[in-house]
C-alpha cells in the first residue's frame, strides 16, 4: 500500500502562484509514476501533470497549464511537487495526489491506484 498526503493549498489572487508538495508514505518502491489531478464543482476530475519516475524523469502536462505549472520529484523526501505559476480563476479546485505501479497514459484518472484526500486551491480574479 501506499499513502498519499497533499498539502500547500490555500486562496491566491490571479497570477499569484502556489506550491503543493505531496508526501508518499509505504512500499513507494513500488511507484513508477505520480500525477497530479484536480477537480472542480461539477466537473470531471482532470489530469494536470505527472513524473515518470521509471522514465529518467519525462514530465507531462495538460494543455491548459502547460508554461504555467512544474512538477517535480524528490526522492530522497518521498515528496512530489506541483509548483503553480501565473494562477488563473479557472484553476480554482481540490487538488489531489495519485500514484500508480504502472505506466501506460499518465494523465489518464484510471491509471492510478492510490490517490490521496485533496487539497483546495481558489484563485480569485
Known amino acids: 500500500q501506499v499513502q498519499l498526503v497533499e498539502s500547500g493549498g490555500g486562496s491566491v489572487q490571479a497570477g499569484g502562484s502556489l506550491r503543493l508538495p505531496c508526501a508518499a508514505w509505504?512500499?513507494?518502491?513500488?511507484?513508477?509514476?505520480m500525477g497530479w489531478f484536480r477537480q472542480a464543482p461539477g466537473k470531471e476530475r482532470e489530469g494536470v501533470a505527472a513524473?515518470?519516475?521509471?522514465?529518467?524523469?519525462?514530465?507531462y502536462y495538460a494543455d491548459s497549464v502547460k508554461g504555467r505549472f512544474t512538477i517535480s520529484q524528490d526522492n530522497a523526501k518521498n515528496t512530489l511537487y506541483l509548483q503553480m505559476n501565473s494562477l488563473k480563476p479557472e484553476d480554482t479546485a481540490m487538488y489531489y495526489c495519485?500514484?500508480?505501479?504502472?505506466?501506460?497514459?499518465?494523465?489518464?484518472?484510471?491509471?492510478?491506484?492510490?490517490w490521496g484526500q485533496g487539497t483546495q486551491v481558489t484563485v480569485s480574479s
Open positions: 495519485a500514484a500508480s505501479p504502472r505506466f501506460g497514459y499518465p494523465l489518464l484518472r484510471s491509471e492510478y491506484n492510490y
Open positions: 509505504g512500499y513507494t518502491y513500488s511507484i513508477n509514476c
Open positions: 513524473f515518470y519516475s521509471g522514465g529518467g524523469g519525462d514530465t
